[in-house]
Each structure stands twice: as structure tokens, then as C-alpha cells.
């Protein structure tokens, strides 16, 4: 849909992801001993690309499930005492791993207040970097803002002592990201990357292995699996933290994700169009008299979305204006978010930009035939308002929120 602009939501499956899951998933379907061997190479290959695309060494990847399984699996690995701050605000998918093990042998949770328009900066990490803390973890890119976290100098602040987790999904793929000032950096595939789900990119760097204990390890983790006694010696790198294999056809999709990625020119190349056509976007409501969420944010400081709301207008109809006019985005209560992609067409603007004019122009009309009904008979007048107030509860009807978005 040439109106599709909810990457940060779902990220509809790329081509090549789409062939690579049916590939493996064919492979998975036959009975030859040797087309197991070909699946744990498609995994492997996996790790390989992801690998190139974060700097990072191919054993210092592993495959989880999910973003929210990655960072579950870390905060069991992650052990006290001490403090790990997490912003405030932050998606849930990085919240509850570390409450859940608060007090079960994981470290003590500070929430820390945004600083302003921007949901974390180095000052505001400074502010709040006592003694006790031992790690930060932050979203690369706050999922409602589009604030891009400055990783590097977080990093910085935090010192070689302290663990940098990051929660990439909404950046990986979408901007550059300063991946490798994370100790550790865990994405799914499902929304910038367009791998679909049931795999995850999970990066925990050599540096930072000795302090991160094997706790969701389970026998895929281990050296000796089929050993006459457990538990076996765990093996080296991020795989000491695989509860069990990875999902085969889902690992060759976002192998083949993120090799497309690399063959477009990388995050550099591919967040600059996106980068360009969300800004195109965001001037367009601004245009229509919309109110633009932390518009003060640097064009760096921005990944691939914006949010905004039209002041005089319900939310509900806002959104449900775009998607009858075949623009597709998110509600966050009252703001509407977009997110573009790369292959987002120019014609998504001009549509977007339509469905805006309808609305902004429909409420001109509205003015004016009020205006006009206001010199009518006392009676007209009450059955006018009555109308009103009906309408006014149709439009006041709240849509439930996704909460995978």
C-alpha cells in the first residue's frame, strides 16, 4: 500500500525475507539428514550478516526469539546487587525483565524522568550515575518521540564498568545506529527490518561476557548437550545464553533481512530516505495546522518517526480519516505516529496530505454553517445542539491501542 506508513508497528516482509522463510521452511519440511545441516548453515549465516551490520564478532551474536526474549534472557544474566536505570516511559518490552528480577537475584530498578523533549541524554544519565549503578537500558529510538538515543556518549558517561543495553528494534534498520557503545543490543525483526517474526539479533560484545551469568542457558548452550552429566561447561560467546535452537525459517529471513540492508547501502544510506520522506510528512501537518511532538529535536536526533496531533480535532477521527483514506499509521492516545520506510512512495505525501486537507476543511464548513444556524428559531437551536452532543459522543469513542506498537 503506497499509504503504509506503520514500519514501527509491523514492518510488512521484504521479498527477500519472504523467500528466504519459504526456502527454509521447505527445507524443514523434507526428510533428508543433510537439510538439517542446511538450516543451522542459514542460521549461521545469520549471525554472520549481523555480525557485519553491528561491528560485532559472529560469536558474539545469537539468535533469540524476540526482542522481549533477548532482554529477559539478559536480565537473568545480569546479576546483583546494584542498580540498573531505565528511562521512564520507556516500552514495556524493556521495563519487565528487569522489575520481574528485581529481588530474584537481578539488580535494584531507578526509573529516570525524560529530559525534556529528549527521553535520555548524557547530562540527564550523569545526574542520576551513583555508585550503585551498574548498567543503563535504553531504547536506540523512544518508540512514541523518535528520539535517537546518543549511545556513544552515553557510554562515555557510563564508563568501561558499567553495562550499555540496548533496545534496538526501533532503530535497527531504520537509522545508524552508534551500535558498538553498546555492551549489549538486542532487536527482532519484525518492524524496520522486515524480517517478519520469530528471531531476534541478540549482541552481547566480549567485554562484557565474563559479567553476564548463563541464567536462561539451558542444553543449547552448553558444550557437551548430550553428556552423561550436567550441567556442561557453557560455550563461549553469546550462544552460552540459548535456552534452545532458534526457529530455523525465521532466522534465515533475517539473515536475508539484513543482508538486503547491507546490499542498499547499509543504515546510512537507507535512514537518510527514510529520514527525508518522514520529513516531508511532518512539514505537510505542519501545514495543516499540526502540532509536531519534540519538533525541536535536531534532524540527528530523529529516526524514522514522527508524531503529531491536529489541535480542534478528535484522535479517533483523525486516525480513522487516514486509514479510510488508505494512510496507515499508529494512535498513541492523543498523537498519531508515523514511520515511513525507504520504499515508501512520494505519493504517500500527497495522500496523507489530502486526507488532512478533508479533515481540516470539513471543520471550516462546520464553522460556518454553525455561524449561519445561529440566527435560527430558539427551538432549531436546541435540536441543533442536541445533534451536536450525539456526534460529539460517536467521535469520542477510544480505539484500543496495540500494545506490540
Known amino acids: 500500500m503506497p499509504g503504509y506508513l506503520d514500519h514501527a508497528r509491523i514492518g510488512p516482509l521484504s521479498r527477500r525475507a519472504a523467500a528466504a522463510l519459504a526456502a527454509a521452511t521447505a527445507l524443514a519440511g523434507r526428510a533428508d539428514p543433510a537439510d538439517l545441516d542446511r538450516l543451522f548453515a542459514l542460521s549461521d549465516a545469520?549471525?554472520?550478516?549481523?555480525?557485519?551490520?553491528?561491528?560485532a564478532r559472529p560469536h558474539e551474536i545469537a539468535l533469540a526469539p524476540s526482542t522481549s526474549n533477548g532482554l529477559f534472557t539478559v536480565a537473568a544474566a545480569l546479576q546483583g546487587p546494584g542498580t540498573v536505570l531505565v528511562p521512564r516511559g520507556e516500552f514495556p518490552a524493556n521495563v519487565y525483565p528487569w522489575l520481574r528480577f528485581a529481588g530474584r537475584g537481578g539488580p535494584d530498578v531507578r526509573l529516570v524522568?525524560?529530559?525534556?523533549?529528549?527521553?535520555?541524554?548524557?547530562?540527564?544519565?550523569r545526574r542520576h550515575l551513583t555508585p550503585d549503578v551498574t548498567a543503563l537500558t535504553v531504547s536506540a529510538v523512544d518508540s512514541l518521540t523518535g528520539h535517537v538515543a546518543p549511545l556513544a556518549a552515553l557510554k562515555e558517561v557510563l564508563g568501561p564498568d558499567r553495562l550499555l543495553i540496548v533496545d534496538a528494534i526501533q532503530g535497527l534498520g531504520a537509522v545508524p545506529l552508534e551500535a558498538d557503545a553498546a555492551d549489549v543490543l538486542v532487536s527482532g525483526g519484525q518492524k524496520w527490518l522486515r524480517a517478519g517474526w520469530g528471531a531476534a539479533l541478540l549482541?552481547?560484545?566480549?567485554?562484557?561476557?565474563?559479567?553476564?551469568?548463563?541464567?536462561?542457558?539451558?542444553?543449547?548452550?552448553?558444550?557437551?548437550?548430550?553428556?552423561?552429566?550436567?550441567?556442561?561447561?557453557?560455550?563461549?560467546?553469546?550462544?552460552?545464553?540459548?535456552?534452545?535452537?532458534?526457529?530455523?525459517?525465521?532466522?534465515?529471513?533475517?539473515?536475508?533481512?539484513?543482508?538486503?540492508?547491507l546490499a542498499q547501502g547499509g543504515p546510512?544510506?537507507?535512514g537518510a530516505r527514510i529520514r527525508a520522506t518522514l520529513a516531508e510528512?511532518?512539514?505537510?501537518?505542519?501545514?495543516?495546522?499540526?502540532?509536531?511532538?519534540?519538533?525541536?529535536?535536531?534532524?540527528?536526533?530523529?529516526?524514522?518517526?514522527?508524531?503529531?496531533?491536529?489541535?480542534?480535532?478528535d484522535p479517533a477521527t483523525v486516525h480513522r480519516t487516514l486509514e479510510a483514506a488508505g494512510v496507515i499509521a499508529t494512535r498513541r492516545d492523543e498523537w498519531i505516529r508515523l514511520s515511513p520506510h525507504a520504499s515508501?512512495?512520494?505519493a504517500a505525501a500527497?495522500?496523507?496530505?489530502?486526507?488532512?486537507?478533508?479533515?481540516?476543511?470539513?471543520?471550516?464548513?462546520?464553522?460556518?454553517?454553525?455561524?449561519?444556524?445561529?440566527?435560527?428559531?430558539?427551538?432549531?437551536?436546541s435540536t441543533s445542539t442536541e445533534s451536536s452532543t450525539h456526534a460529539h459522543t460517536r467521535t469520542d469513542v477510544q480505539e484500543p491501542t496495540c500494545p506490540t506498537s
Open 46 to 55: 545469520a549471525r554472520a550478516a549481523a555480525a557485519r551490520l553491528l561491528d
Open 113 to 125: 524522568d525524560p529530559d525534556g523533549q529528549r527521553h535520555i541524554t548524557a547530562d540527564l544519565l
Open 203 to 261: 549482541l552481547i560484545r566480549d567485554r562484557c561476557g565474563e559479567r553476564l551469568a548463563p541464567g536462561l542457558g539451558g542444553w543449547a548452550g552448553v558444550t557437551e548437550p548430550f553428556a552423561v552429566r550436567h550441567p556442561a561447561p557453557s560455550l563461549t560467546g553469546a550462544a552460552a545464553h540459548l535456552a534452545t535452537n532458534p526457529d530455523f525459517p525465521a532466522a534465515a529471513a533475517i539473515g536475508a533481512a539484513v543482508d538486503d540492508l
Open 268 to 270: 546510512a544510506v537507507v
Open 281 to 313: 510528512l511532518l512539514d505537510r501537518a505542519r501545514r495543516a495546522g499540526a502540532e509536531v511532538l519534540s519538533d525541536g529535536l535536531g534532524p540527528r536526533e530523529r529516526g524514522g518517526i514522527g508524531t503529531f496531533r491536529l489541535p480542534g480535532h
Open 344 to 346: 515508501t512512495p512520494p
Open 350 to 381: 500527497d495522500l496523507f496530505a489530502e486526507a488532512l486537507r478533508t479533515l481540516t476543511h470539513s471543520t471550516t464548513s462546520t464553522t460556518s454553517t454553525s455561524s449561519t444556524s445561529s440566527t435560527s428559531s430558539t427551538s432549531s437551536t
